[in-house]
């Protein structure tokens, strides 16, 4: 009796292995799957759809007070993830990103899911205030929870790769649309906590009532699915 009780059980217990597939043997090396929400808190910037990393804790996304590589500033400048797809996809310290599939207006959120594994514990995220030069929000080395919810605040950043003219003619988001157009000179040349918009340009287009913001400017809620 207890034998036939033993071989019944092993094979409730293959089943249930079996059912599970790549979900079970993720875990079993240390792996899970995250959704990161992400809510635009601003009145009236646009995100560009946000990148969301997952990585080594030696990884660096950027270091306030150094130049931004290129593929963050072509991020922070125009809002492309595309290029810096590109960068990580080589490096050994990333285990896997998501972009998101559009914009974020003011108020709304989305939510993305990436992948995690024994030593690739850390998420970072990233996305323009299109509304700018070079601004762009960020939360860098996020440690994912090991159950429950991580929610952190993220402020926004200036690449320091183009010059704050606040003028529609060198900023890509509404109401201007001019994408790809760099005005570098008199730009600060390394990554700084971004001081807002003053309402130097043209006030009828980028407008310090509308498109300034309080930090933090964006909400990031981390949480494990399975």
Same mark, same amino acid.
């Given at each position: 009796m207890n034998k036939m009780r033993y071989v019944y059980t092993a094979m409730l217990l293959?089943? %249930? @292995? $079996? #059912?599970s597939g790549s979900s079970f043997a993720n875990q079993s090396y240390g792996?899970?799957? +995250?959704e990161v929400t992400i809510t635009n808190l601003t009145r009236g910037q646009i995100f560009s759809p946000p990148i969301v990393i997952s990585h080594k804790r030696n990884f660096s996304l950027f270091s306030l007070g150094d130049p931004a590589i290129a593929p $963050? +500033?072509?991020l922070a400048e125009d809002g492309l993830t595309a290029p810096l797809v #590109?960068?990580?996809?080589?490096?050994p310290s990333v285990f896997d990103y998501e972009v998101a599939e559009g914009p974020i207006l003011p108020g709304d959120s989305v939510t993305l899911e990436v992948s995690t594994r024994r030593h690739f514990r850390y998420i970072s995220v990233a996305g323009m205030l299109v509304t700018t030069n070079d601004a %762009?929000? #960020?939360?860098?080395d996020l440690r994912v929870p090991g159950w429950g919810r991580a929610?952190?605040? #993220? @402020?926004?950043?200036?690449a320091g790769s183009e010059a704050n003219s606040e003028d529609c003619a060198d900023i890509p988001g509404p109401p201007c649309g001019n994408g790809e157009v760099r005005n570098t000179t008199g730009a600060e040349g390394y990554v700084h906590v971004h001081a807002g918009i003053h309402g130097i340009g043209n006030l009828e287009q980028v407008n310090p009532a509308m498109h300034d913001w309080r930090n933090p400017a964006a909400l990031i809620t981390v949480r494990p699915i399975y």
């Amino acid at each position: 009796m207890n034998k036939m009780r033993y071989v019944y059980t092993a094979m409730l217990l293959m089943v %249930f @292995i $079996l #059912a599970s597939g790549s979900s079970f043997a993720n875990q079993s090396y240390g792996g899970r799957t +995250y959704e990161v929400t992400i809510t635009n808190l601003t009145r009236g910037q646009i995100f560009s759809p946000p990148i969301v990393i997952s990585h080594k804790r030696n990884f660096s996304l950027f270091s306030l007070g150094d130049p931004a590589i290129a593929p $963050l +500033y072509k991020l922070a400048e125009d809002g492309l993830t595309a290029p810096l797809v #590109a960068h990580i996809s080589e490096l050994p310290s990333v285990f896997d990103y998501e972009v998101a599939e559009g914009p974020i207006l003011p108020g709304d959120s989305v939510t993305l899911e990436v992948s995690t594994r024994r030593h690739f514990r850390y998420i970072s995220v990233a996305g323009m205030l299109v509304t700018t030069n070079d601004a %762009f929000f #960020a939360v860098r080395d996020l440690r994912v929870p090991g159950w429950g919810r991580a929610t952190v605040e #993220a @402020i926004v950043y200036d690449a320091g790769s183009e010059a704050n003219s606040e003028d529609c003619a060198d900023i890509p988001g509404p109401p201007c649309g001019n994408g790809e157009v760099r005005n570098t000179t008199g730009a600060e040349g390394y990554v700084h906590v971004h001081a807002g918009i003053h309402g130097i340009g043209n006030l009828e287009q980028v407008n310090p009532a509308m498109h300034d913001w309080r930090n933090p400017a964006a909400l990031i809620t981390v949480r494990p699915i399975y």
